[in-house]
């Protein structure tokens, strides 16, 4: 353990250095890849700090108390017995910081709602489950842009894609991927009938041109006049535009913006963003599924939450964790679930490192 703390201590130093180099800081991605490594490792070096110190000051008392006298071994020995106190709560705390983070967790992400079973009741919930994310993220002082979206003229949204930016966005919505359930009275039914209504949520980490190369040459390019509900023409410009990735024939569109280039961005970040995650599914398939995390791992046909009104309750069926119905959808309760299941994937990942 001392050898394996030393080497991260001084690899750490060493990036301290290069954060200082005239070369780096002319470069302002290196820069900023750096210092984004730099803040990641910040927590470990110091507790790995403490530990060596804590080894360090036990050994030193050690040889001490050889040539101590009564009084000096006895205020020694309450110092050994001080910093051997502290050693297996740091091991446990440097053994959970040395688990591999997930490298998407720092990247903002695309998140997809689309209506499932239900009717219009379920673009209503498709509408409410955006309201939800949209005060949840407010709060955190994260930036929502809407890219793409379908309104439903009974209210809510068939589809609505949003890119949410910020600290540290993917590592707190990835949990909010799958099928979403809702059980109430809808506003339409006239005789109190309860009835079940989904909706899915995608939530897609932001993919860098670096991290996912696209052939212009893969790429068909349709643009329309954008539309509104209805689908009457909302102006007379082909303004949105629609992406067809051929090898994959995944089709992204977008028709929310000012202007067509606007919209191609938009498509643009959107289709990198989903070809991204297929890779990310095909490399978690070659890795097996006995490695694969039941907490979080994105896969929309799973119910991962059902919200029941009439009984004022809200449960997450992974780790069967229950709130309120007016907490989570209309409240501010939503934290309090994704931090049980970031809790939750914590204990996992610290029991298989044991």
């Not at 005060?135 to 890219?147: A, N």
């Not at 009439?310 to 309090?336: A, E, K, M």
Request: charged share 30%.
């Amino acid at each position: 353990m001392r050898d394996k703390l030393s080497k991260i201590i001084a690899a750490y130093e060493e990036l301290e250095k290069k954060l200082l180099d005239p070369d780096v800081l002319a470069d302002p991605k290196e820069y900023a890849r750096l210092a984004k490594e730099h803040a990641s490792q910040a927590e470990l070096v110091t507790r790995a700090r403490e530990y060596l110190q804590a080894l360090d000051d036990i050994e030193a008392a050690k040889e001490m108390l050889h040539e101590a006298d009564a009084e000096d071994k006895a205020m020694l020995q309450e110092d050994i017995s001080a910093n051997e106190a502290k050693l297996p709560e740091l091991e446990d705390e440097i053994k959970f910081l040395l688990i591999p983070a997930d490298p998407n967790d720092e990247k903002d992400t695309i998140v997809e709602i689309r209506a499932g079973v239900g009717g219009d009741e379920a673009a209503i919930f498709a509408g409410d489950l955006f309201k939800m994310y949209q005060r949840f993220c407010e709060g955190r002082g994260w930036k929502i842009q809407i890219l793409s979206s379908s309104p439903s003229e009974a209210g809510g949204f068939k589809t609505i894609e949003f890119k949410v930016s910020g600290d540290k966005v993917y590592s707190v919505l990835k949990y909010e991927s799958g099928v979403h359930r809702v059980q109430r009275v809808p506003k339409t039914e006239s005789q109190g009938r309860i009835q079940t209504s989904t909706a899915t949520v995608a939530v897609l980490p932001e993919a860098d041109e670096i991290d996912i190369q696209i052939d212009p040459g893969d790429l068909r390019i349709d643009t329309y006049c954008a539309s509104g509900p209805g689908g009457q023409c909302v102006n007379t410009t082909y303004s949105a535009v629609r992406i067809t990735h051929l090898p994959t024939n995944t089709v992204v569109q977008s028709q929310d913006q000012r202007s067509q280039i606007q919209n191609r961005e938009v498509c643009m970040q959107m289709l990198r963003a989903r070809l991204y995650e297929m890779e990310l599914e095909k490399q978690q398939a070659e890795q097996g599924a006995a490695r694969l995390s039941q907490i979080g791992h994105g896969n929309r046909s799973e119910k991962i939450r059902t919200y029941n009104q009439p009984q004022d309750r809200v449960t997450d069926h992974r780790i069967g964790f229950n709130s309120t119905y007016n907490g989570v959808l209309l409240g501010d309760s939503l934290s309090s679930v994704i931090e049980a299941l970031a809790a939750a994937e914590r204990a996992e990942k610290l029991a298989q490192a044991v």
